[in-house]
């Protein structure tokens, strides 16, 4: 039988591992994820189990069987929209942060107002063409957001060979830059969870004040 755990017994036992400070910037932030596949829900998971206070969490699609083998979702989950599937676990782990989901496709029209209070938002698409579409939109119209994206993370390479870089001053970069779905053919769980990792270690960092990754 579950025991009922308070909003503020829950932010006491965050703040015992993270440190008053550290925890006082977390539970501020808000933070956008576009894309919830592999990367985008391990991602998520990760920021939530840091108690980061408000998560904008956007995708159109639903779970199908093939995302199991590496995204954050379960047999149970299978149909649902993602941020549907997603929010429910997400709300598990912490049901005192602020979820805010959408199930639409990200479009130069609608970016903008998705993602208006976002200090940090992660690109977790697949598709390059979106990639690209999601980085323009952020660099020129939301000057107020940095962006963490993510490239190269299939195939069964060392987990080594992923790293996170700063590309230009609001563009944080993770994964290992060549191995491109099209080309290795296979996404397996670890490495991809191990660029979810940089992603969210990234936002972390910045938002504890360090700009270096």
């Not at 959408?102 to 208006?116: K, M, S, V, W």
Request: charge should be positive.
């Amino acid at each position: 039988m579950q025991t009922a755990i308070t909003q503020a017994q829950l932010q006491a036992a965050l703040t015992a591992r993270h440190g008053a400070e550290r925890q006082e910037k977390l539970s501020r932030a808000c933070i956008g994820i576009a894309g919830l596949g592999g990367l985008g829900s391990n991602i998520a998971v990760q920021l939530a189990r840091l108690g980061v206070g408000r998560l904008v969490l956007v995708d159109f699609d639903r779970v199908e069987l093939s995302n199991l083998n590496r995204q954050h979702y379960r047999l149970c989950d299978i149909g649902q929209p993602k941020p549907t599937a997603l929010l429910q676990q997400l709300q598990q782990i912490n049901p005192y942060l602020r979820y805010e989901t959408h199930c639409l496709r990200l479009t130069p029209q609608n970016i903008p107002a998705i993602f208006a209070d976002c200090s940090i938002i992660c690109e977790a698409f697949d598709d390059a063409a979106a990639k690209a579409m999601l980085t323009t939109m952020v660099l020129q119209q939301l000057p107020q957001s940095v962006l963490v994206a993510c490239s190269g993370m299939a195939g069964n390479d060392s987990a080594n060979a992923i790293t996170t870089k700063k590309r230009l001053q609001r563009l944080y970069l993770c994964g290992d830059g060549t191995t491109d779905i099209n080309i290795d053919g296979s996404l397996l769980a670890p490495r991809v969870s191990v660029c979810a990792a940089h992603a969210a270690t990234m936002v972390m960092r910045l938002l504890l004040g360090c700009t270096t990754p």
